[in-house]
C-alpha cells in the first residue's frame, strides 16, 4: 500500500472501534428499534447536515454496526446526487436497508419528531428567545465541530488510506470550496467516478471487504423493481398535478403541499437552499400568507433545534393558521417537504444496490467514497469551522470535544450535552 495520509504513526496507540477491522454487520431489525435509534439522533443532532452525518456514522455505524464505513459512503454518496435533504435520506436508507419500507418511515419519524414539535410550539408562541439560548448554542456549534473532525478522520482511514484516493478527497475538498453550489458537488463526484473504474475496477484497493449487501427485507425484497418504479413515478406525478390542483382550489392544505412538495423535490444542497423557494411561496399579503418577520424568527428558531432544517415546513404550516387548523397544516407542510426524499431513495435503492456489485461500478465506488470524504472536508471548513470557531477558546473547546470523541470513545450524545453545558457557562 501506498504512503497512508490519515494513519497515526505510533503503533502503541490504542486502536479506536473505526479503525480496527470490520465487525460483522448485523442482520434485519424492527421498525421499532429504527424508530428509537432515530429518535435518539433527532434529539441531538445539532449543527446542520453535515454534522448529522458525523453523528449518524458515529452511531449506526461505530456504535451500532449496522453497516459498514463503506457501505455507509455508498449511502452517503447516493444522498449526494439526489435533490432534497441529505441526512434525512440518509437516515431512509438506513432504516430501509434494516427494516423495509417501515424502516424507512421510521427513520423519518423518528429523526423529524423531535425539531418538527419544537418549531410547532414555537409557532404558538412558546419557544425561547435566542438570546436566552446564545451559549448554549454556540456549544453545540463547537460539538458539531468536533463530530464532524472525528468522522473525517475515521472515515479517511478506511475510505482515503493511500496515496491516489486521498489525492481524489483533497481535490474533491477543493473544488467544492473554489466552486460553491451543486455544481462544485456534483462534478468531483462524477470525475472520480469515471477514474474509479479505470484505476479500481480490478485492483485489490478497489475490493471492498463487504460486497454481500442484503436486500432490504420485507416488501421491498419481493417487489423491490416495482416498487421503485412506482415510487418514481409517483414523485413525478405529484410534480404535475399538485401545481394543477392548486390554481383549481383556493385550499391552503393545497397550497402548502405544492409549495413544500416542489421544495422537497427540486432543491439540492440541504436545508439552507430551500429556504428561497419556501419564501417565494409563503412570504406574501394574500390569505394564509407570512409576513417576512414570521419567516425570518422562524428560520433563526430552526438554528437551535436539533435534526434536520427543512422541518421550518411545519412552523410555516402551523403560522399559516390557530388552534387544530395550525396543527393539521404543519403535518400537511411537513409530510409534503420530505415525501419527495422517501420516495427518491425507495426508487433510487433497489438499482444503487444491484449497480454497486458490479465490478466496474464497485470501483467507481471506490473512488466515489473517496471523494465523500473530500465533500465532507470542504463543509468542515465552511460551513462548520467558520461559522463556530472564532476565538482561541473555540479552539479549546471543540479539541477537547474532538479528544473525548475519538481517543476516549465517549458518546456523541454525552460530548454534546458537555459541550452545551460550557457554552451556557462560557458565552
Known sequence: MQGAPFETSNPQSPV???SAAPA????????WTVFTAALRLGL????????HIGYFRVYYVVRRQWLSDSEFADYTALCQFLPGPSSSQLGMAIGLRKAGLLGALAAWLGFTLPSALLMLLFAFGVGASESSLSGVLHGLELAAVAVVAQAIFSMGRSLAPDRNRFTMAAATAACALLFPGIGGQLAPLAVCAVIGVVWFRTSSSGTKQDTAYEEPPGLMRRFGMRIAAASLVLFAALLVLLPWWTSQTNSPAVSIADTSYRAGALVFGGGHVVLPMLEQGTVHDGPNGLTADQFMAGYAAAQAV?????????YIGASMASGLKAVGLAAVALAAIFLPSLLLITGAFPLWNRLR??????????AVNA?????????????????????PLDFVVALGAFAALQWWNRPAWQVVAVAAAVGALLW
Open 306 to 314: 436539533p435534526g434536520p432544517l427543512f422541518t421550518f415546513a411545519a
Open 24 to 31: 460483522p454487520i448485523s442482520n434485519r431489525v424492527h421498525a
Open 371 to 391: 471523494a465523500v470524504v473530500g465533500l465532507l472536508l470542504a463543509a468542515f471548513y465552511d460551513p462548520v469551522w467558520k461559522t463556530a470557531v472564532r476565538e
Open 357 to 366: 456489485n458490479h465490478s466496474a461500478a464497485r470501483g467507481a465506488l471506490t
Open 44 to 51: 441531538t443532532s445539532f449543527g446542520g447536515p453535515v454534522a
Open 16 to 18: 479506536h472501534p473505526s
